[in-house]
């Protein structure tokens, strides 16, 4: 049940790039790792979605997404780990936990602290899983996704 994920550092270096080029260190983003359904549990893709996006908030575009989960069906692929960056400290807000992209068993979402402008990597960061009774709860990084 518990998958874990493997990483590619170029995923990551990417997806810190997306925070740091889309954020500017004042606004929140978000990027989704995907990976084939032929190979579940290996991130091949970080996609950063249309956004709008202001310190404390953020609202995903409704006709990206639409598009998105066309795309996603049609190339089977799904979406494994949603990762996003908050202004200081890393932790689950409420307004996270309203609006997975996925509401799924096992989804994960990943904060990462301070805009990503922090060095690459998983320091200060924060995971959860969507748990069987559908609530979020906290797990140990290094037990769900290893870099390579
Ligand atoms: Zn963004």
Redesign the pocket.
């Known amino acids: 049940m518990s998958a874990i994920y493997r990483l590619p550092r170029s995923i990551l270096d990417q997806t810190f790039a ?1 925070f740091r080029s ?2 500017r260190g004042r606004r929140e ?2 990027v989704l790792w995907i990976s084939p359904w032929d190979a579940p549990h290996t991130i091949s893709k970080a996609v ?1 979605p249309e ?1 709008e ?1 202001h310190c404390g908030s953020f609202v995903l575009d409704d006709r990206w997404l639409n598009d998105f989960w066309f795309r996603v069906a049609e190339e089977n692929l799904g979406v494994r780990i949603q990762v996003h960056t908050h202004p200081s400290e890393a932790f689950h807000s409420a307004t996270d936990d309203a609006f997975p992209i996925v509401h799924t068993i096992g989804f994960l979402s990943l904060v990462i602290p301070n805009f990503a402008l922090g060095p690459i990597g998983f320091e200060d960061a924060f995971l959860t899983e969507i748990q069987e009774d559908g609530r979020w709860s906290e797990v140990p990084i290094a037990e769900r996704l290893v870099l390579t």
Do not use: N, R, V
């Open positions: 997306h889309c954020g983003c978000q950063h956004h996006a």
